[in-house]
């Protein structure tokens, strides 16, 4: 009994005493794959010591240096298990981090004792460039609707995944509005402009709108803009002024000068006696909306009382509102009207007839006008013939030859006279159209007259409702001859007209007057033309000839004519008259040649400038010959018209701060060959080639034919109104007004990229360019020290900017590093001089890490044979070639003294890998004591050993 009290004393005093707690080691966090909002941390906890681990994880921060659970950022990684090894491994994704923000973290573990951390260190989050986009200015705005436009001009680091415009009657609106238009097609090509039409929008109201882009989660903003949709306006109206005012009627007018808001429904006349009449007193009204302005119209005011003021206005209605003219006045008169008849019609035809009437007396004040109203119906009777002007003798008869009837159709019809506004009316009388038409004849000038001989001829001007059997000409030595005179005829029909024709008529005695007339017979019908007269010469006359037209142009011709005999006396001069009348005279245009002629027949051609374009021209032959001159046959041609070439701007390329290449394309030929052809510009609209002009060339051959102008000494961040021209006869012409507008310099948009790939002397680093800017890039490349913000003074990899395309990605492999070294790099790029930096990233190299080898127990086989083990622990940075045993009598034994058994080490070995190897012929002398360890040798040829052990024979 007395010996057991002591132990359990002794228990008891061995649970009473305290075991201090040991803390968990905690490594230094390393972060890798950092982008603009996320990054991955990685660590371990190297002992876990004597208390449970409650919870675990990463702590970190913006602004505190060492993060604390509780108060920063966490991520949790739970309880670990007592029974856990060490070292145990834990890691985690940082996600929604701020885009280029620097933050703090540390490792935490958390027992029963307190909180234990880890080491802080910091990172910094990339700096992601953007989208471009840009709010443009609202157009087509009503009172209920509008445009409101966008442009993306810049792709950014990534991928656009939607875009589009939001609006709001308040100020900044966002993407959580219903109010927007989505768009979410892949975009490659920039710039690119979008609209969005929107509607229901309230009048006279306030809308914000601004333009978006999402890339990459992140949602970019353009300028917040605004319009207003204007409030509803009405439809301008005008009262115009009174016209074909009588005794009882008037014609009152008005014009809707401008469109309102909504729809016209309603629009006329109001008057009354009183001023400011409405549409309570009389009107005469119009209903049905109104498209094209302005719009002008009038209604006739029937009913009027003799010598009485009327007030008048105009009126429109709109939306139920009625908007008023001026106030306006008119009398009507208390006078005389001038005396009117209206007489019967003569020259029936079928598509014609001469009507007329006579002023049979005056009236108390002048006349101003006077002529027929005619129609099928006294209803429609509102076509008119007219002249105007005072008639001061009576009664005074006027007629009119009226065309374009239709045959055997009864048309009624009116003389009217106006006098101090007031228009009296004759009585109405009817004609009909006959069935029948004769042809029109005329009877044209003589020409080529010798004592005894002349050319006659006439033109059939038109076809008549029967065939034509017979055309000619007659003549004799009294007034209007006719077939039963002397005669010359041609048969058979004619089928185009006008068709001219001349007869040589011989057999006459000289020095005699004779009459003309040319004819035409259709169904047993005789029709003539006028009478005209020539007298035969004392003396022969040069025989002369019109010739054709050639090279008939817009505003030139050849003319010719040809002298086909002498005549008594020497010819003094010949040549060509012309002019848009028949049988032109040498006192209209002529162009002459003087001098006599000898040989017959003799041609001549003149070259005629001067004319208009698309006009019928008269021209004949003359001769003069002793003061007398000779005509030949009237003949006609008809100049064609002018056109010019056409041109088109297509628009602009190659667009910098300075400078920009402007486009055009002549589409097709005109009239003119091409003098000259280019690009105008200028910061106003529409410019023109007093302004600033770029002259591509001239001459175009080939249609069409496109071209382009480089123009410098361009302002930046400039609009600039431009368009292709053209000149051709000196007339210049116009593509359409197209606008650039230059750039602003722009600086290049470079972001460093990552350290990849690092090792103990190597780094592949990387750079990216979001905007190449305003000049081209020369160069682009990264550079790296072991300062930060390391320049091009320092180590750098590079490589020529040309033919890059942006936004671009590169990278360059950095070798020659120092091991176990922080490093800083930065991409940078020049251009026009400047170079330009991302921002400095530093990385570290690796440290060489050593392979762990340890020496295992010996066992002895026989007298003769000992087994050893050795042990590969763990890798290093370079692979391990060999391992095995090296054994020997040395007490520092390796491989240059003692002998090895050795293994080839497979890529694929597992550690740990423990091995042993048989050391035999140990026979002989027993008590030597013999020395080995376990080795390895790496790929880099160098040897690592475990510890030294004996054993004894």
Known sequence: MKKILPLILMLFACHDEAVAPIPPVLEKVNLSAITFAEAKASSSIAKLGNEDILEHGFVYSESNEDPVVGQDLEILKGAIDPATPSPLSLSADLKGL????????????????????????????LNMTPPGIRTEAADNITINSARIKGTLTSKGTHNITEYGLVWNTTTSPTTALQTKQVYTDNVTAFPIAFTADIKSLQPNTTYYYRAYAISNGITTYGENLNFKTPAIAQPGIRTDAAANITMNSATLSGTVLTAGSLPITERGIVWGTSAQPTTSNTKASITGNVTTFPNSFNVNATGLTKNTTYHYRAYVISNGVTSYGENKTFATPDATPPGIRTDAATNLSPDGARVGGTILSAGSYAITERGILYGTSQANATTKVSQSGNVTSFPTAFTFDIKGLSKTTTYHYRAYVISNGVTTYGEFRTFTTPDVAQPGIRTDAASNFTPTSVRLGGTVLNGGTYAITERGVVYGTSANPTTSNSKSALTGNVTSF????????????????????????????????????????????????????????????????????????????????????????????????????????????????????????????????????????????????????????????????????????????????????????????????????????????????????????????????????????????????????????????????????????????????????????????????????????????????????????????????????????????????????????????????????????????????????????????YPITEHGIVYGRNSDINLGNGTKLSFSTPNNLRFPHSYSAQISGLGGISALTYYYRAYCVTSNGSVHYGDIRSFRK
Not at 680 to 695: F, M
Not at 767 to 793: H, K, L, R
Request: with cysteine; glycine share 10%; aromatic share 12%.
């Open 98 to 125: 701020k885009m280029n923000t620097s933050y703090y973290i540390r490792t935490f573990a958390q027992v029963t004792s307190g909180t234990y951390y880890g080491e802080s260190t910091t990172f910094k989050t």
């Open 498 to 877: 006008p068709s001219s024709f001349g007869m040589d008529i011989n057999g006459l005695n000289r020095n005699t007057t004779y009459y003309f007339r040319a004819y035409v017979i259709s169904n047993g019908v005789t029709s003539y033309g006028e009478n005209l007269s020539f007298r035969t010469p004392d003396l022969v006359a040069p025989g002369i000839r019109t010739d054709g037209a050639e090279n008939i142009r817009p505003t030139s011709v050849r003319l010719s004519g040809t002298v086909t005999s002498a005549g008594s006396y020497p010819i003094t001069e010949r040549g060509i008259v012309w002019s848009t009348s028949t049988n032109p005279t040498t006192s209209n245009s002529k162009s002459s040649l003087s001098g006599n002629v000898t040989n017959f027949p003799n041609t001549f051609g003149m070259d005629i400038n001067g004319l208009s374009p698309n006009t019928a021209y008269h021209y004949r032959a003359y001769v003069i010959s002793n003061g007398s001159t000779s005509y030949g046959e009237n003949r006609t041609f008809t100049t064609t018209t002018v056109t010019q070439p056409e041109v088109r701007t297509d628009g602009a390329s190659e667009v910098n701060t300075s400078s920009a290449k402007f486009l055009g394309t002549i589409t097709q030929a005109g009239t003119y060959p091409i003098s000259e052809y280019g690009i105008v510009y200028s910061t106003s609209s529409g410019p023109t080639t007093s302004n600033s002009k770029a002259v591509a060339g001239s001459g175009v051959n080939n249609y069409p034919y496109s071209y382009g102008v480089q123009v410098n000494g361009l302002n930046k961040n400039t609009t600039y109104f431009f368009r292709a021209y053209l000149i051709s006869n000196g007339v210049t012409s116009y593509g359409a007004v197209n606008t650039i507008t230059t750039p602003d310099e722009r600086p290049v948009k470079i972001a460093s990229g990552q350290a990849t790939d690092v090792s103990i002397n190597f780094a592949r680093l990387s750079g990216f360019i979001a905007d190449g800017g305003s000049y081209p890039v020369q160069e682009i490349g990264v550079c790296w020290s072991t300062s930060p913000n390391p320049t091009t003074s320092n180590s750098k990899a590079s490589k020529s900017g040309s033919g890059i395309t942006y936004p671009h990605d590169y990278s360059f492999d950095a070798h020659g590093l120092r091991e176990g070294s922080e490093y800083h790099f930065r991409a940078y790029a020049i251009s026009n001089g400047v170079t330009y930096y991302g921002q400095d990233v530093a990385f570290k190299t690796h440290v060489v890490a050593n392979p762990s080898v340890s020496t295992g127990d010996n066992r002895s086989l026989s007298s003769s044979v000992q087994e050893v083990a050795g042990i590969l622990q763990s890798a290093g940075t």
